[in-house]
Structure formats: C-alpha cells, structure tokens
C-alpha cells in the first residue's frame, strides 16, 4: 500500500504541469486512497480525518516514528489531491486535517526524506498564503530546514522553493537564480536522488519558460 501511494503520487507529481488537470487528479486520488489505506491498520484514517479536528489531533497521536514513511507519503499524495481540486468544497475543507498530518510528521521525524517533512509544510505555507495570509515567512523557514537538512542536494526541493515562495514574494530575481542553479546542478550527487533530480532539472526548464506568465514582461 505504502509503495502504491509513493509510486502514484510519484508520478502525479511528474506530469501535474504537462497532463490534463484531471489526469493528476485521478492519479493523485489514488495515491491518496492508497496511503490512507496503509494507515488504517489501527482505525480507519480516512474516518477519523473527515471527524472532529480536535479528535484527528489525538488520533495522530497514536503514530510513532516508524509510521513517518507512511504519514509522509500520504500527506503528499493528499495535498497533491488537494492542489488539484480547489474548487472542490471537501477537497478544501481537508486542509485542516492536512496540516494536522503535517504537524504530527514533523514532530515524529522531521529528518526524514532528506527533511521532507519541513519541505511539505513548506509548500503548505507558501500555497495557503493568498488564502488565508501570512504564512511566507514560515513557509522559508521550513524551506530552508529542509535545504539544509539535504546538503542542497535535493533539487526538487529548489526548484518547489522557486515555484512557490520567489512567486509568493514576486521576486523574479530569486526565481530565475534559484531555478538556473537546479539546471546547471549535477543530477547524480546522491545516487538515490538521480531520477528526482533528473526530473527536477527538467521542471526547473518548464518553469524558466514560464517566467513571464508569473511574472510579467521585463520593460
């Protein structure tokens, strides 16, 4: 269950900018239904996340630190789904369940994946700001955790920081910097990061391509 939702939210993740939105939804939907499936072993996770929020808080409580690999790859899959259904009430109303998830990650293992956790609450931030305000400055903080966590080895975790925070701050400079460095990187560093960062070096390009559209004509 737990590779399912990692293998799908995976590649959600690779084609959410170049597939038809509903084709990333669908992939994301199921990724999501997969990892909530892995943590569903005590009660059904599913159940006690569309409950009372106090009561999701506690029920976190019951995973320790060997569930992180599960709650870390659930919450991206979720917040992936998420993403890609604004404009769905249920969707959005998850968000505070989400974050819950975070949290709860953050305080079992916030090392792991490179400082993966700090990186989904990072995006969290940056993409609820518009919303709900303020959070950039958090969401930075979290970035930078994350960055430092990996040895700025981790390409993907740039090339999210441009798309997410140098946008929320309109900072084209930071944008382009940021994303030429991840062109320019090497993708092999850390064997095991090859393919993502492979990947990441090619989102790194789309993006550059998009500058203007986030950002405007230069005068």
Known sequence: LLAGCRAYGSYASMVADEASPRKAEALYLTAKRYGFRAL?????????????LDEFREFLQRYQKEDVPALFWTAG???GWISSNL????????LPALEATLE??????????????????????????????SGLSESKTHFD?????????????KVLFAEYYAVGIKDRRLYETTLR????????????????NTLAK?????????????FGSQP
């Open 40 to 52: 569903s072993g005590r009660t059904d996770f599913g159940q006690a996340a569309a409950g009372n």
């Open 77 to 79: 899959a979720w917040a």
């Open 87 to 94: 404009g769905n009430v249920e969707a959005v109303g998850d």
């Open 104 to 133: 709860r990650t953050l305080q079992l293992d916030d090392r792991y994946y490179y400082g993966g956790p700090h990186l989904l609450m990072a995006v969290y931030l940056a993409a609820r700001s518009p919303v709900f305000g």
């Open 145 to 157: 955790r994350a960055l430092a966590m990996s040895g700025n080895q981790a390409l993907a975790a």
């Open 181 to 196: 460095e991840v062109v320019n990187a090497p993708a092999a560093e850390l064997p095991e990061l090859t393919l993502s």
């Open 202 to 214: 090619e989102k790194a390009r789309r993006l550059l391509e998009k500058t203007e559209e986030y």
